[in-house]
C-alpha cells in the first residue's frame, strides 16, 4: 500500500472521476496514487447496490445535502442539489441512466477554444469507460425496440456494465417505443451516435447478470484498492490546497491540507494535486486555496494566489418536471413500493433475491426521448438574445444547437410511478403525500437551457455551504420552451392511441394544476411551481480561455498553476444533453491519458 501521507498524485474526491483516474494513472506500478474522499464507502449498502433503492440515498448520509440559494423565478423556492457523498460520489446515488451526449454540444466546446475536445476526440474515452450488454432474447429486444443498436458506436470492453432496465412483462415500455413509432417519431439513429432525435428504450447502469448498480466504485475504484500503489481513505475532508509561489508568476500545488481526528495534517504530493471534488466543492476549494475572484477572496479575508474570476461562474444544469397520470386498473407500476405496501415489498423482495427479478431491478427510467422544439429559432428571434456580452458566444453555439436537425432542446421520460414536484417537504422529487392508485409519469428535462449561474464560498470556514445561485429562467427563452414541450407531453404524448389505452380517461393526477397544461399560459405556471433540478449540474470550473472565462486549460490545468487539474464535471464549458453521467466517465478517462502523457 502507498504511503498514507504522500503519494505522486493526490486525488482530491473519490467520486465518478476521481476513481477513473485514480484507476488509470495506478496502472503504472512505479506511479503513488493517494485518493481522499469525505463520504464513506458503502459499497456492502444495499441502497447503493439495489437499483430501485436510489430514491434512499437522496437526502442521506450519502448526500451532501446541498441546496441552491431562493430562486426569485421559481416563486422564491430553494432547489436540492444531490450529491455524492461516497466512494463513487454520484455514480453511488443517482438513478442509473446512462444517456449520452449529443455531437453538436461536444463539439462546441472545441469551438470554444479548446482544441482535441470535439466530439472525434472524446468517443474513444466514451467508449473506453463502459461494455454495452444488449438483452440476449430476441422477445426482449423486440419488445424495447432496440433495431437501432451500431456497435461502432459503443463500448465493448468497458469496466462500467451498461445494460436495458425494461423487460417483456411490462407493457408500458412496449407502449412508448409504439407511440413514438405512430407518431413517426421512434429514434432515427443509435443514442450513441451522438446524432440522433427521437423516442427509445433506454440504457442504465445496472449490471445484467447479478442485477446490481455498476458505477465508479464497483468498476475503478474496487480493483484500483488491491494495488500496492494506492491508498484511498475514506471520511477524510481536505481543508484547502497546499500552495507556493515559484517566482516565475505561477503556483505550485505541493499537498493539500487535511484535517484528521481534530488534528490539521499537510499530505504531500512530488508530481500533482488532481481535483474530482465535484461541481461545488471543486470551485470551494479552490477560492478556500486561494485562486479565484479576487473580490469573493478580498470578502472572506482570504489571501489572493491566482486572480481567476471564472472560479464557480458558469453553472449550468438541466430543470426538469412531470405529469403524473392514473393507469387502468391491473397496471404495474412503482407507487405500491413507495407507500411501503407490505404484500408488494414482500413480493419484489422475493422476486429480487431468488430470481434477480422485478421491480427492485430498476432504477429511475426505461423509456426516453431526445425532442425538437418546433420552430425553435422562430420563437428565439422574438425573444432577447445573450444577457451580456460574455454571453454571446454561449447563446450562438446554443442557439445552432436548437435549429440543427438532430438538436434537443429537451428530453421526454416516463418514470412508472407518481411524481409530486410540488412537496417541498420530502427529500425526493417522489414528495411524501402519496396518492392511492397506480400512475406513469411523463417527464420532461431541458437539454440546452440558455439560463447560467454561479457557486462561490460563503465563509472561510470549509464546513459552510456555498452560495448556490443556478439563476433558473433567468434567460426567457428556457421557461418559453419548457412550457411547450409540458404542453406536447399531455396533449401529444399521452393521448398517442398505444399510450392512452393504458391511461384512465378521467383518472387522478399528480396535482389539481395538471389538468390545465393543455394551453401554453397553464403549462408556465404548472412549470414555475414545479420545475426542480435534474442533478446535472456542470460547468463551475469551465475549460475555456482564460479571457473567455476558463478556469482550466484543454490539458485540464488550472491558470495561474503548474501542477494543480480538474477532471470532473466542473470543467464542462457547455452542458450535454442527457444525464451527464456518461460525460463525467469520459471527460475522467480522457483526462487520465493527457495526465500520462504529461
Known amino acids: 500500500m502507498a504511503s498514507l501521507t504522500s503519494a505522486d498524485y493526490i486525488i482530491v474526491g473519490g467520486g465518478t472521476s476521481g476513481l477513473v483516474v485514480a484507476n488509470r494513472l495506478s496502472e503504472d506500478p512505479n506511479v503513488r496514487v493517494l485518493v481522499l474522499e469525505a463520504g464513506e464507502d458503502l459499497s456492502a449498502d444495499p441502497r447503493v447496490n439495489i437499483p430501485a433503492f436510489w430514491t434512499a440515498l437522496?437526502?442521506?448520509?450519502?448526500?451532501?445535502?446541498?441546496?441552491?440559494?431562493?430562486?426569485?423565478?421559481?416563486?422564491?423556492?430553494?432547489?436540492?442539489?444531490?450529491?455524492?457523498?461516497?466512494?463513487?460520489?454520484?455514480?453511488?446515488?443517482?438513478g442509473q441512466a446512462f444517456i449520452t451526449p449529443g455531437q453538436a454540444?461536444?463539439?462546441?466546446?472545441?469551438?470554444?477554444?479548446?482544441?482535441?475536445?470535439?466530439?472525434?476526440?472524446?468517443?474513444?474515452?466514451?467508449?473506453?469507460?463502459h461494455t454495452l450488454l444488449p438483452p440476449a432474447d430476441k422477445a426482449t429486444v423486440e419488445h424495447l425496440g432496440i433495431d437501432w443498436i451500431d456497435d461502432k458506436h459503443s463500448g465493448s470492453s468497458g469496466p462500467i456494465r451498461v445494460s436495458f432496465p425494461g423487460v417483456v412483462q411490462n407493457p408500458l415500455c412496449k407502449a412508448w417505443i409504439d407511440a413514438f413509432r405512430g407518431m413517426n417519431m421512434v429514434t432515427n439513429a443509435d443514442p450513441f451516435s451522438g446524432n440522433s432525435i427521437g423516442g427509445y428504450s433506454n440504457t442504465t447502469t445496472v449490471d445484467p447478470e447479478n442485477k446490481t448498480r455498476s458505477y465508479a466504485n464497483s468498476a475503478y475504484g474496487a480493483p484500483a484498492s488491491q494495488r500496492a500503489n494506492v491508498t484511498i481513505r475514506t471520511g477524510v475532508k481536505v481543508q484547502k490546497i497546499a500552495l507556493t509561489d515559484t517566482g516565475s508568476g505561477n503556483v505550485r500545488a505541493t499537498g493539500v491540507e487535511v484535517l484528521v481526528d481534530g488534528k490539521l495534517q499537510t499530505y504531500t504530493s512530488t508530481r500533482e494535486v488532481i481535483l474530482a471534488a465535484g461541481v461545488f466543492n471543486t470551485p470551494k476549494l479552490l477560492e478556500l486555496s486561494g485562486i479565484g475572484n479576487k473580490d469573493v477572496l478580498d470578502r472572506y479575508g482570504i489571501p489572493?494566489?491566482?486572480?481567476?474570476?471564472?472560479?464557480?461562474?458558469?453553472?449550468?444544469?438541466?430543470?426538469?418536471?412531470?405529469?403524473?397520470?392514473?393507469?387502468?386498473?391491473?397496471?404495474?407500476?412503482?407507487?405500491?413500493?413507495?407507500?411501503?405496501?407490505?404484500?408488494?415489498?414482500?413480493?419484489?423482495?422475493?422476486?429480487?433475491?431468488?430470481?434477480?427479478?422485478?421491480?427492485?431491478?430498476?432504477?429511475?427510467?426505461?423509456?426516453?426521448?431526445?425532442?425538437?422544439?418546433?420552430?425553435?429559432?422562430?420563437?428565439?428571434?422574438?425573444?432577447?438574445?445573450?444577457?451580456?456580452?460574455?454571453?454571446?458566444?454561449?447563446?450562438?453555439?446554443?442557439?445552432?444547437?436548437?435549429?440543427?436537425?438532430?438538436?434537443?432542446?429537451?428530453?421526454?421520460?416516463?418514470?412508472?410511478?407518481?411524481?409530486?414536484?410540488?412537496?417541498?417537504?420530502?427529500?425526493?422529487?417522489?414528495?411524501?403525500?402519496?396518492?392511492?392508485?397506480?400512475?406513469?409519469?411523463?417527464?420532461?428535462?431541458?437539454?440546452?437551457?440558455?439560463?447560467?449561474?454561479?457557486?462561490?464560498?460563503?465563509?472561510?470556514?470549509?464546513?459552510?455551504?456555498?452560495?448556490?445561485?443556478?439563476?433558473?429562467?433567468?434567460?426567457?427563452?428556457?421557461?418559453?420552451?419548457?412550457?411547450?414541450?409540458?404542453q406536447a407531453l399531455d396533449q401529444k404524448l399521452r393521448p398517442a392511441e398505444q399510450l392512452a389505452a393504458f391511461f384512465k380517461p378521467d383518472g387522478q393526477r399528480n396535482h389539481p394544476d395538471a389538468f390545465h397544461v393543455d394551453h401554453l399560459e397553464g403549462a408556465k405556471k404548472y412549470v414555475l411551481d414545479t420545475a426542480t433540478s435534474a442533478f446535472h449540474s456542470c460547468g463551475t470550473a469551465a475549460m475555456l480561455p482564460r479571457e473567455k472565462g476558463g478556469v482550466v486549460s484543454p490539458k485540464l490545468v488550472v491558470y495561474g498553476t503548474e501542477n494543480l487539474r480538474v477532471v470532473d464535471a466542473s470543467i464542462f464549458p457547455l452542458i450535454p444533453r442527457g444525464n451527464i453521467l456518461s460525460s463525467v466517465y469520459a471527460v475522467a478517462e480522457k483526462a487520465s491519458e493527457i495526465i500520462k502523457g504529461h
Open 304 to 486: 489572493l494566489h491566482v486572480d481567476l474570476p471564472g472560479v464557480g461562474e458558469n453553472l449550468q444544469d438541466h430543470l426538469m418536471t412531470g405529469l403524473s397520470y392514473e393507469v387502468e386498473d391491473g397496471v404495474m407500476t412503482g407507487d405500491p413500493l413507495m407507500r411501503q405496501e407490505p404484500e408488494a415489498l414482500a413480493m419484489a423482495q422475493k422476486l429480487y433475491v431468488e430470481d434477480k427479478a422485478g421491480p427492485f431491478t430498476i432504477g429511475g427510467m426505461q423509456s426516453h426521448a431526445f425532442m425538437r422544439t418546433p420552430d425553435a429559432v422562430g420563437l428565439l428571434d422574438n425573444l432577447p438574445k445573450h444577457q451580456s456580452p460574455g454571453d454571446s458566444e454561449y447563446y450562438d453555439i446554443v442557439r445552432s444547437i436548437l435549429d440543427s436537425p438532430n438538436g434537443s432542446s429537451g428530453a421526454w421520460l416516463m418514470f412508472l410511478a407518481q411524481t409530486h414536484f410540488h412537496d417541498e417537504v420530502g427529500k425526493s422529487f417522489m414528495g411524501t403525500k402519496l396518492l392511492p392508485g397506480n400512475f406513469a409519469s411523463l417527464g420532461y428535462i431541458q437539454s440546452h437551457p440558455f439560463s447560467r449561474g454561479a457557486t462561490h464560498i460563503s465563509s472561510a470556514d470549509v464546513d459552510a455551504e456555498p452560495d448556490i445561485d443556478p439563476r433558473y429562467f433567468s434567460h426567457p427563452a428556457d421557461l418559453e420552451i419548457m412550457a411547450r414541450h409540458v
Open 58 to 94: 437522496l437526502g442521506s448520509d450519502a448526500d451532501w445535502q446541498l441546496k441552491t440559494l431562493s430562486q426569485p423565478t421559481l416563486g422564491g423556492r430553494s432547489i436540492r442539489l444531490p450529491q455524492g457523498r461516497a466512494l463513487g460520489g454520484s455514480s453511488a446515488i443517482n
Open 105 to 129: 454540444e461536444v463539439d462546441g466546446w472545441a469551438k470554444l477554444g479548446n482544441p482535441g475536445w470535439d466530439w472525434n476526440g472524446l468517443v474513444p474515452s466514451f467508449k473506453k469507460s
